[in-house]
């Protein structure tokens, strides 16, 4: 395997392939943030996240270039998503849920008991696409966004 591919978890046959991300990734994060969020992660927020968690911070790209982005961490014995979005163009086409599934095994590898997320309450969409992913409600966390909004706490148990 080529050494720039040695990142590579997966290489589907729809030519999508999930990656760790590198710093040099962040631009187009960015930029699939923003046109995803009303409070989009700050790039500086970004590099954060990809040196606190440099294996949970995974990238999906084909020959387009990156199509959309998860990062997650585990906390406590189970798997947190702190992010997740696709670009608008590539959704409805299996990005978010290769990402997802990347996600859960990322969480079984290493023992995850469970996985959650929060999610805004507004947001049926990312709620639908969760449900689909085998997400349910567990609670809601009242005031949860810096617009006040209240989060849904979506939780997925994971056997062992
Ligand atoms: C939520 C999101 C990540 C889904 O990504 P995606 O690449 O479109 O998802 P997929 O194509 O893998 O869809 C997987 C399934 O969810 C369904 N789904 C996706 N978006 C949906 C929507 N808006 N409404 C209903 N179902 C939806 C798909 O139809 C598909 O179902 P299927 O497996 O039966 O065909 C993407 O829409 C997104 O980035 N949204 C904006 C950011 C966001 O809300 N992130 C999550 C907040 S934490």
Redesign the pocket.
Known sequence: MPQQYSNYLTSPKSGVVVRKATAGDIPRIVRIESE??KDPYSPLLLMNLLSLYPTGFLVAESHQGIL?YIIVRIVGGKGH?I????DEK?????????LVKKAMKYFKTRSAKGAW????TS?K??L??YE??GFQPLRIIKGYYGDGEDALLLYHHLLA
Not at 117 to 120: A, C, F, I, S
Request: aromatic share 8%; proline share 0%.
């Open positions: 995803s969020f959309g998503i992010g997740l979005a696709t590539s959704r409805g086409k299996g990005v978010g849920s290769l997320l929060e999610v805004r947001n969409s990312a639908r696409f689909k992913q």
